[in-house]
């Protein structure tokens, strides 16, 4: 009896002894537990406002994508006008130099037709001029002026006074 009256007292020492380091090891942990939930808050309300940050973010990058995708669409209609607008410039240029080298092949022929006929009619005043020197009459000058007259299409003493 005295043997297990010991064995009870030194279990019960032994208990209590295991029981203060229990309680030791629990404070313990529970205190580095509340250490962690605060580190752990801490951590979460910064990766959370780092979250709110990074949606405000997004949001602002995903509009300013909108106005951007808008800006872009608008500076190639404008681009594919001007090229457009351009493009009927070109051809109408293209046209315009068609048409005025056209003109100056035809004034380039007026020119040398006006040239021939006015050295044509020096040519025919000269010998009249020497025939009427020479005492001959100038009866026929009027008819070849009349002829000139309706070739140029009433028009002579135009081309004459120019």
Do not use: P
Request: glycine share 4%; net charge negative.
């Amino acid at each position: 009896l005295k043997k297990l009256l010991d064995h009870l007292a030194a279990s019960r020492k032994n208990l209590e002894e295991h029981e203060i380091q229990a309680a030791y090891d629990y404070a313990n942990f529970k205190a580095q537990s509340e250490l962690e939930n605060v580190t752990l808050r801490a951590d979460h309300e910064r990766k959370s406002a780092y979250l709110a940050k990074l949606e405000i973010d997004l949001e602002v990058a995903r509009e300013n994508e909108d106005r951007t995708l808008v800006i872009r669409d608008d500076s190639q209609i404008n681009l594919d006008s001007a090229v457009q607008d351009l493009e009927i410039k070109r051809e109408f240029y293209a046209q315009e130099s068609a048409r005025v080298a056209e003109d100056l092949a035809v004034m380039e022929e007026v020119i040398n037709i006006f040239q021939s006929r006015v050295a044509n009619i020096q040519d025919v005043l000269s010998n009249r001029i020497d025939q009427y020197q020479d005492g001959q009459a100038l009866g026929g000058i009027s008819s070849q002026a009349a002829d000139l007259e309706k070739q140029w299409g009433g028009r002579l003493g135009d081309v004459v006074k120019a």
